[in-house]
């Protein structure tokens, strides 16, 4: 049988790379851990791990092991909090989301949600989807509202395990120009049109896949300015700072600037929940799903778009 403990162990010698350094981390000496290991591979009848100069190598059983630690650890966290909320005096449910998802799509789940479950003590923590996977993950969510670019989504098959991705919508990006700008009276832009325009990023992680598209449409970027909110970077926009690329459920509805559609191929954003894989979904987590999933099938229409 295998010893949870020991694959724990070595989990440990797999993130810190050394035998030394993991007994550090789990307060062992480097002997008892070094007993740990040779007791998991007696008991796995295979080498899970080799030791040079240059550190610590796992085997691929020893891979595959710590695989099933990540999962086991994952899943005696889920436990751990389960059983907290069993035992509070009211139920709890938390919920993780990125900030425009927060700002435009929960808060048409949370007023039913909230009305049929008054009973439930509810938390929102904001967080970015890897972040918010790994909240998931490990027990500390319940559920997360997330986001993919053109990219594979934040939970991937094998790469987080117990965790599942269901996609709730498509966000097209959108084309926001301040007043006056020469394309604002168009239907729809080419990116190319824009290759003399200097742009306002409205969020970090989008730079790279906005820079792309710009090579694609045959132009290097220009960023006159960077931000982490949407909202932000649109005031600047207003202000005749430069263009930006906008996610629809970020459209802000104070009618400043004009938001107009691109042209194919159309970068967009992907929405979806970071759910965990249980035989037995909590009943307050299904019932935010549906309310959630309900909102992202709202039509929302962006302010100064152009008939």
Do not use: K
């Not at 909240?135 to 117990?162: K, N, Q, S, T």
């Amino acid at each position: 049988m295998i010893d949870v403990h020991r694959l724990r162990v070595l989990r440990a010698v797999a993130e810190h790379g050394s035998f030394n350094r993991a007994a550090g981390a789990l307060l062992l000496t480097p002997s008892a851990v070094s007993q740990h290991i040779a007791a998991l591979e007696r008991a796995v009848g295979h080498p899970v791990a080799v030791r040079s100069t240059r550190g610590v190598t796992l085997t691929e059983p020893g891979r595959l092991l710590v695989e099933a630690a990540e999962s086991i650890s994952a899943e005696l966290d889920q436990v751990r909090h389960a059983i907290d909320r069993l035992t509070a005096e009211r139920p709890r449910l938390t919920v993780a989301t990125f900030t425009s998802g927060g700002r435009h799509l929960l808060p048409a789940a949370l007023t039913g949600f909230v009305e049929a479950h008054p009973e439930v003590e509810l938390t929102v923590l904001e967080s970015e989807p890897d972040g918010a996977a790994a909240m998931v993950r490990a027990g500390a969510a319940d559920l997360a509202l997330a986001y993919r670019f053109d990219g594979p989504p934040p939970v991937r098959p094998g790469e987080r395990p117990g965790l599942d991705w269901v996609p709730l919508m498509e966000d097209p990006l959108w084309l926001v120009l301040p007043p006056g700008h020469r394309l604002a009276d168009r239907p729809s832009v080419d990116l190319a049109e824009l290759g003399a325009d200097r742009w306002v990023l409205g969020c970090l992680r989008t730079e790279a896949f906005l820079r792309r598209y710009a090579e694609l449409a045959g132009f290097d970027l220009r960023v006159a300015a960077s931000t982490t909110d949407y909202f932000f970077a649109q005031t600047l926009v207003a202000a005749g700072v430069g263009v930006s690329l906008v996610p629809h459920v970020s459209l802000s509805p104070t009618g400043e600037s004009t938001a107009v559609r691109i042209e194919p191929p159309r970068p967009a954003r992907h929405i979806g929940l970071v759910l965990p894989r249980r035989r037995r979904p909590h009943p307050h987590t299904r019932a935010l799903a549906a309310a959630l999933t309900a909102a992202a099938a709202s039509p929302r229409t962006p302010a100064g778009e152009r008939p």
